[in-house]
């Protein structure tokens, strides 16, 4: 994906609309001095992608609508502020990011406005690659404008700062961010420091919960063992001797107590729970004995006195009898089969009848067609005049075809007819074509002749006209010559034309009427001349109109001709392909016409005879054909039926028969529901037995499932089982509410219990802080070996992908400038401190410690314009690694600043081979023109490949940038 298109609009230098087409361009040089608007074509990509100036992030006023304007537009109340940029790809896109004066932004893409969120959203959707898009983890780690400093815009300060940094914690940090791992590195660090400082502040408040807690216990525990000892010694019961009491009626319950009871093993304590487990029990026990006693009430209410095998044997015999009823009920099924199919089949046989009637009748309808059939014909021949017994239909097929093939020779005979008569007239029409062109052609010539004559006539005019005015100019000099000479002679007074004058006003004038009654003369030839000139155009004039009209006449006329004959022209040639008659003579053509007109009109009522009798003819052996066919339906229908051929056509004996069957059938079904009553009165023997059966079973289950033990399914035992046990639930209750009274007694000193209840409660909240405090402490020292492992880990990784990185940064400054003596740049990372370190040979993952030792600090050691080189160094080798983005683009500003000639040459070879090999889009700029000209020729490509912006000079007034890509706010 390239970039395809810029358009700022008031966009901070630019003012107004400053269009750069970037379309199909491989290289962009943008040549300017320093101040002039280089970098804010920089400045737009990052604002119009991330909504960020990447320079500018730090400062407050970044965002500011006063900021991204340009200033002279903001003095001037301009409202708002635009970057658009289209991108090459598959598909078009464009990405449009607006700033308006009262601070709110719109973003656009594809000309469809979103919200800010998600719209930056779908940005990375569209410009991200598919396989981080899909991988949720990395889409949300991508920083937009850090990736695209870091691997697409390469600005003036970015990363020769992070090489030149003297702090390796700081260099680390910026290549977190570069690599977009801020979120794994930093952030993940302090989100662990705040981890450890929120435990730290509950560890301390749990250490000073615990104190108090224990302070308060020593309070409570001096006031309760005085009240313990006057206990006592009012004669209640001890605690110990309660427990003592507690624990040995539990313990002799373990032989007969309820299964569904869980009680406690052992009891150590008088407490609440105690005294309300015991009345637990004795409900389970009033609810025990409630379940006894309605299993009694039903083994005795519903009379379930029954013993298994008794039983099952009585079930047997019934089945069986149900078994010898079902074999007679099948015996009579299978009768009623066998009748029903045998009745199907003789009312098949009624049905055959009913259509033998029907076809008897269908063909004595027939027999009166065809006779009706043969009456028409004998009245349709004696009409033609033919005799009806010598007809067949071979000899009518024949006259008919004949008189039609006749009729189609007409058709045809007066087609041609009509193409030569078609052709007659088109030669008539090319002829009278022919005469008109032939009429146009002097009319033609005589109309170029009077307009060669009307233009010599106008020159002659103007020639007069122009001699007219010269003779008028020399009569008015020789008036004033005669009028000075005169003054000159005499004493006169001042004269209208000089400011003299005459002795009087009247000798002037008889002066100028001399003068004038001579120029008279001259005018008055002139005039004359020009009006025979003028009375002769007028002629030419009328003559040439009047000859164009006829021309114009016999124009259109012979136009109207031409259209004519083409269209007669491909009437004919469509005519003669559909038309098979080779005679060209007319004469022949209408004699052939008259002979088949005849035939027609002395044969054309025998025709309409005809086909009235092939009609007939095709009615009557339609009719036969029905005949035919019904008689042959007849004989299948017989042979179908061959087993009851006796009942076919005897409806009377058909029905005897039918009648004795139903007759059958009937007797069989009322056995049937008798042998159906008797089998559901054996099943609801055998249901009752099994229902009270099944009820025995479902209490010996419930009993077995309350108390574990086997009983046999018989009512009397079971009953004596139930009995049993009723008694010995009363005798376990009556023991528990009398150790129950015990417990009450023991808990009415209320005071006394809630001092111990309390001593408890502190003991066991103790025991919780303690375990709380023993976690803060284990937490503690896992949080420092994640510490350790995190720090370690990150390194190691980082320094993986940079040794992945390390071969095309030495290829790249090696190109560029190689170091005097130094092979390689070795950027390695320890304890997330990043080092950037020169040294003859290529650091491993050996002992990096030791090598770092070895080592000397590039830092400490580059030039400037060697650190600016190894920068862009870092740079492209992150670009050419980096898969995060569709866009194949790299963006360097001003990198010839402290570059020497050698340098720029081998830079501009590197930017080459990226052009050609790895299909990148180099956006580059730079102060210097000689370098801005030489980077064009030296990439050696064609005029359609590059684009050359050339910006000449920045005022308050205009920006004047000279480049064929580039359109101005005015054009």
């Not at 009247?506 to 004359?528: A, H, T, Y």
């Not at 003579?585 to 054309?604: A, F, H, L, S």
């Not at 499932?705 to 639930?729: A, G």
Request: aromatic share 8%; glycine share 2%.
């Amino acid at each position: 994906m390239f970039i395809g298109k810029i358009i700022l609009n008031n966009f901070r230098i630019f003012r107004g609309v400053h269009e750069f087409d970037f379309s199909n361009k491989k290289v962009i040089v943008v040549e300017g001095p320093n101040g002039h608007g280089k970098s804010t074509i920089f400045d737009a990509i990052n604002w119009v992608i991330s909504g960020k100036i990447s320079r500018y992030v730090g400062s407050s006023e970044h965002q500011q609508f006063n900021y991204i304007i340009n200033s002279d537009a903001y003095l001037s109340n301009v409202n708002e502020a635009s970057v658009e940029v289209y991108f090459n790809s598959e598909k078009e896109l464009t990405i449009k990011r607006i700033v308006k004066r009262n601070g709110s932004t719109k973003l656009f893409i594809n000309g469809q406005q979103l919200g800010l969120r998600e719209g930056q959203k779908e940005i990375v959707q569209l410009l991200v690659n598919e396989k981080i898009v899909n991988d949720a983890n990395l889409l949300d780690s991508i920083d937009l404008l850090s990736f695209i400093e870091s691997t697409l815009i390469l600005s003036q300060e970015n990363l020769e700062e992070f090489v030149r940094g003297n702090k390796p914690t700081e260099r680390y940090s910026k290549l977190e961010q570069i690599l977009g791992l801020t979120r794994y590195g930093q952030d993940f660090k302090d989100y662990l420091q705040e981890l450890k400082k929120e435990y730290l502040t509950e560890y301390n408040h749990i250490i000073s919960k615990q104190e108090d807690l224990r302070h308060k216990r020593e309070l409570l525990n001096a006031e309760y063992q005085p009240k313990l000892q006057q206990s006592e010694r009012d004669g209640n019961k001890p605690k110990s001797k309660i427990l003592d009491e507690l624990n040995t009626f539990w313990g002799n319950l373990q032989n007969y107590s309820l299964k569904s009871f869980n009680s406690p093993k052992n009891f150590h304590d008088i407490t609440i729970d105690e005294y309300e487990n015991l009345k637990k029990y004795i409900e389970s026990i009033e609810d025990e004995l409630k379940r006894f006693d309605f299993l009694k009430f039903e083994i005795e209410q519903k009379e379930i006195y029954v013993n298994d095998t008794e039983y099952n044997e009585k079930i047997i015999n019934y089945k069986n009898n149900i078994d010898t009823l079902k074999g007679k009920k099948f015996k009579r099924e299978k009768g009623i089969e066998k009748a029903d199919l045998i009745r199907e089949k003789l009312r098949r046989i009624a049905l055959t009848n009913n259509y033998l009637d029907d076809k008897k009748i269908e063909k004595e309808n027939i027999k009166v067609d065809t006779s009706n059939i043969i009456k028409k014909l004998e009245i349709v021949s004696n009409n033609v005049g033919v005799d009806y017994v010598s007809l067949t239909y071979e000899k009518v097929s024949d006259f008919i075809e004949e008189f039609r093939l006749n009729n189609d020779v007409l058709k045809k005979l007066l087609e041609k007819n009509s193409i030569l008569e078609h052709e007659n007239q088109l030669t008539l029409l090319t002829r009278k074509a022919e005469m008109l062109e032939t009429a146009c052609t002097p009319k033609n010539k005589l109309v170029n002749d009077l307009q060669n004559k009307i233009k010599i006539i106008d020159k002659q005019i103007l020639d007069l006209d122009n001699q007219k005015k010269s003779n008028l100019e020399s009569q008015i000099n020789t008036i004033i010559h005669e009028v000075q000479t005169h003054l000159i002679n005499s004493n006169e007074q001042k004269c209208l034309v000089c400011g003299s004058t005459f002795s009087s006003n009247e000798e002037l004038k008889d002066s100028i009427r001399m003068q004038l009654e001579v120029s008279k003369k001259l005018v008055n030839g002139f005039e004359i001349a020009l009006n025979e000139y003028k009375v002769q155009k007028n002629k030419l004039n009328v003559e040439q109109k009047v000859t164009e009209q006829e021309l114009k006449v016999s124009q259109k006329e012979l136009e109207n001709l031409r259209k004519e004959i083409k269209e007669l022209k491909n009437k004919i040639v469509v005519m003669r392909l559909n038309n098979s008659i080779d005679i060209e003579d007319i004469g022949q053509i209408q004699i052939e016409i008259k002979k088949v007109q005849n035939y027609k009109q002395n044969n054309d009522n025998k025709y309409k005879g005809f086909i009235e009798i092939k009609k007939g003819l095709d009615l009557w052996n339609d009719l036969k054909l029905k005949i035919e066919r019904i008689t042959e339906e007849e004989k299948e229908i017989l042979a179908k039926h061959t087993s009851y051929r006796y009942f076919i056509e005897d409806q009377r004996k058909l029905q005897l028969k039918l009648n004795k069957i139903e007759s059958y059938i009937n007797i069989a079904k009322v056995k049937i529901q008798e042998y159906d009553k008797q089998i559901l009165e054996l099943n609801q023997i055998i249901q009752d037995i099994e229902r009270k059966l099944q009820q025995l079973v479902q209490i010996k289950s419930e009993l077995e499932k309350m108390i574990n033990c086997e009983l046999v399914l018989n009512s009397s035992e079971i009953l004596d089982f139930i009995i049993e046990n009723i008694s010995l639930l009363k005798n376990e209750r009556f023991e528990s509410r009398n150790l129950l009274k015990t417990i009450e007694k023991y808990m009415d000193d209320i005071k006394l219990r809630e001092m111990e209840s309390k001593i408890e409660n502190y003991d066991q909240e103790n025991l919780v802080l303690q375990k709380q405090i023993d976690q803060y402490v284990k937490m503690d020292e896992q949080l420092k070996s994640l510490f350790t492992y995190h720090t370690q880990v990150q390194s190691s990784l980082v320094n993986e992908y940079l040794n992945g990185l390390s071969l095309a940064i030495n290829n790249y400054f090696r190109q560029i400038s190689p170091h005097s003596y130094f092979n390689y740049i070795n950027l390695i990372t320890k304890k997330n401190e990043l080092f950037i370190l020169l040294k003859d040979n290529q650091i491993g993952s050996v002992d990096i410690e030791s090598d770092i030792e070895d080592s000397v600090n590039a830092s400490l050691t580059l030039s400037a314009a060697q650190s600016t080189i190894l920068a862009m160094s870092i740079f492209l080798a992150l670009n050419k690694s980096q898969n995060w983005s569709k866009l194949n683009v790299i963006g360097i500003d001003d990198p010839f600043q402290n570059l020497d000639d050698i340098n720029a040459y081998s830079f501009i070879d590197v930017l080459s081979n990226l052009v050609s090999v790895e299909d990148r889009q180099i956006l580059i700029s730079t102060h210097d023109s000689d370098f801005a000209r030489l980077t064009v020729r030296k990439m050696n490509l064609d005029s359609d490949d590059y684009a050359y912006i050339k910006i000449q000079s920045y005022t308050r007034e205009a920006i004047e940038i000279q480049s064929e890509q580039y359109r101005s706010p005015g054009e």
